[in-house]
């Protein structure tokens, strides 16, 4: 089956970096997106990855490695703003993309 | 960046009634919509499949007769909450893409509350 992992809370305090790891397993592979999450909205796309390396943007950072089906997505100089759930979602062979539970980052002054 | 447009933003209905809930792409054509639910704390679900001009791909355990999907044009896909009761809560999020372009577009939900 297809699955997305990525861990369900983090915490980290405001001004730091914050690293969110997903890992994946799906029926082919044609990129990897990073949403931004606040509640009640809808998601805002953050980055997508298709080759392996790492994509900056600003102070959103996002990394793949294809062969350890890994990315992470890397928050610096953490503002309070930045407290939101993070999609990591996968599109498949099939251009279907498949979503990660999200993960909730709570950010502490 | 392209602009999904999605309305209404919430909506509060009776049980037993019907709901609309429309998404236009403002300036592309959206070849494919899909249709999610999201509950709370939880991810999105997807719903629906729909490629304009053509019947919509349902998921599995979701009912099509319920959730009726419309995209008769490049711009323009409604969702339709037929009967809706209360365990139908949640929030309703359709996404567009153009071709096979791996880039896509979020409208900005729909929550639905049937009291």
């Known amino acids: 089956g297809q699955n997305i992992d990525q861990p369900t809370e983090m915490t980290a305090t405001e001004g730091a970096i914050v690293q969110i790891n997903c890992t994946y397993q799906?029926?082919?592979?044609?990129?990897l997106f990073w949403y931004q999450q606040h509640a009640g909205e809808a998601p805002t796309f953050l980055s997508y990855?298709?080759l392996d390396g790492l994509e900056e943007k600003g102070r959103f950072s996002s990394f793949l490695s294809r062969s350890k089906g890994y990315s992470y997505l890397l928050l610096k100089e953490l503002q309070m703003k930045d407290s939101a759930s993070y999609l990591c979602?996968?599109?498949?062979?099939?251009?279907?993309?498949?979503w990660g539970a999200g993960t909730k980052l709570i950010i502490k002054p | 960046g392209a602009v999904v447009s999605q309305h209404p933003s919430w909506v509060i209905c009776k049980s037993g009634t019907s709901v609309k809930i429309e998404c236009r792409s403002l300036?592309?054509?959206?070849?494919?919509m899909f249709w999610y639910r999201q509950f709370p704390k939880q991810s999105l679900m997807l719903m629906a499949t729909?490629?304009?001009?053509?019947?919509?791909?349902?998921e599995q355990g979701v009912e099509k007769d319920k959730f009726l999907i419309n995209h008769a044009s490049l711009t323009l896909s409604t969702l339709t909450v037929t009967s809706a009761h209360p365990e139908d809560s949640s929030f309703y999020i359709c996404?567009?893409?153009?071709?096979?372009?791996?880039?896509?577009?979020f409208g900005q939900g729909t929550r639905l509350t049937v009291v």
């Open positions: 996404r567009a893409t153009q071709g096979t372009n791996t880039e896509a577009f």
């Open positions: 300036d592309f054509q959206a070849t494919t």
């Open positions: 729909s490629n304009e001009g053509s019947k919509a791909t349902y």
């Open positions: 799906t029926s082919g592979f044609n990129g």
């Open positions: 990855n298709v």
């Open positions: 979602a996968v599109m498949d062979s099939n251009y279907q993309l498949i």
